[in-house]
């Protein structure tokens, strides 16, 4: 059960698009459509952004989106807010049956 | 609205026992999957175990597999993590979160548990 490898610390500036890149194998990440994104500010509980790859919960804004491409998923923020700035951390689900988190990137809006 | 609240962390000597519960409302409990993750101080979030909706499948992390066990109680909207042969490692705020298998949409604000001599 290895953590999935996330960039430690991502930045942009106000109204730019940054990227966060999760990695994992065929046997989290690349072999299942079960990967999921959360926020975190500090002092506080996470927050489901994205699940299922690419689908958004009500109420999460649309400049939130996700993909994959083989034993990489991504997330895109667009339109950078001040607000965005937190810790982000992906999960996948395996094929031991249990779920993996990254190790988490920290985003700084510049 | 849904809303998730832990209890029972304390601070416990190595070795020791403790049971964490979370109340949930604001939803039908029985419904979902129910999910325990927790983050060590200063650190990332480590997935530690689910439990079905009826509480017939249960998985756990291996780092926890065999001390930790994970039940419910649906009459009660309760969920439980029963924590034994505790170590310094397992120091962290212990979330419980709601939702599907492989992801959680509701989450509670955590339980702090400490392992200490």
């Known amino acids: 059960q290895s953590a999935l490898t996330q960039p430690a610390s991502v930045s942009g500036s106000p109204g730019q698009s940054i990227t966060i890149s999760c990695t994992g194998t065929s046997s989290d990440v690349g072999g299942y459509n079960y990967v999921s994104w959360y926020q975190q500010h500090p002092g506080q509980a996470p927050k489901l952004m994205i699940y299922d790859v690419s689908d958004r919960p009500s109420g999460v804004s649309n400049r939130f989106s996700g993909s994959k491409s083989g034993n990489t998923a991504s997330l895109t923020i667009s339109g950078l807010q001040a607000e965005d700035e937190a810790d982000y951390y992906c999960s996948s689900y395996t094929s031991s049956r249990t779920l993996v988190f990254g190790g988490g990137t920290k985003l700084t809006v510049l | 609205q849904v809303l998730l609240v832990e209890s029972g962390g304390d601070l416990v000597k190595p070795g020791g026992s403790l049971r964490l519960s979370c109340a949930a409302s604001?939803?039908?409990?029985?419904?979902?999957?129910m999910t325990w993750i927790r983050q060590a101080p200063g650190k990332g979030l480590e997935w530690i175990s689910y439990?079905?909706?009826?509480?017939?499948?249960?998985s756990y992390a291996d780092s926890v597999r065999g001390r930790f066990t994970t039940s419910r109680d649906n009459a009660k909207d309760s969920l439980y993590l029963q924590m034994n042969s505790l170590r310094a490692e397992d120091t962290a705020v212990y979330y419980c979160?709601?939702?599907?298998?492989?992801?959680?949409?509701?989450w509670g604000q955590g339980t702090l548990v400490t392992v200490s001599s």
């Open positions: 979160a709601s939702g599907s298998r492989d992801y959680f949409d509701y």
């Open positions: 604001g939803f039908t409990f029985s419904d979902y999957y």
């Open positions: 439990i079905e909706s009826n509480g017939d499948t249960k």
